[in-house]
């Protein structure tokens, strides 16, 4: 099964944009991040619709920040990105006449919708800048403009 890359791909631009002293390109990021340059402006236009990211045209034109990351929850970011369901797990048919169906699939959505709500709160408290502190005390002896 495939994974949703959103939130990760969006993160791992923001960090890398509060160093850079620049306004960063769609084709630079994607090369850095190795990924098409057109799932990357997908991306990078949700962040700019949640007012994380600004967007300029033309020459010397590209992505900046438009807001401190330290402002800005992990949660923020998974909304902005599309709020990708967390599990793949579902009911087998959504409208089972079948009572032991209805019955297993309930229990199995309640407990789906517990754990991604309290998934989602801890996401919520968790700003984006905290993970760059992570980031450079695990690049203690590299520059982090190296890994983009």
């Known amino acids: 099964m495939r994974r949703d890359s ?3 791909v969006a993160l791992h631009v923001l960090l890398h944009m509060v160093e850079a002293e620049r306004p960063l390109t769609s084709e ?4 850095g991040l190795r990924m098409n340059a057109v799932v990357l402006r997908r991306i990078l236009s949700a962040l700019r619709g949640a007012k994380i990211l600004r967007g300029e045209k033309g020459h010397g034109g590209g992505w900046t920040l438009a807001r401190d990351l330290g ?19 579902g009911p087998r048919n959504d ?3 079948c009572p032991i169906e209805r019955a297993a699939d309930g229990a ?11 998934i989602t709160s801890r996401l919520q408290a968790i ?10 005390r695990g690049l203690a002896r590299k520059d982090i403009h190296d890994h983009v």
């Open 28 to 31: 630079e990021l994607a090369d």
């Open 6 to 8: 959103r939130l990760s």
């Open 71 to 89: 402002a800005v929850s992990l949660g923020d970011v998974l909304e902005a990105v599309g709020g990708a369901s967390l599990f793949t797990i």
């Open 108 to 118: 199995i959505a309640e407990v789906l919708d517990e754990a991604e709500s309290l």
């Open 127 to 136: 700003p984006v800048a905290s993970l760059l502190e992570d980031a450079r």
């Open 95 to 97: 409208d089972s006449r």
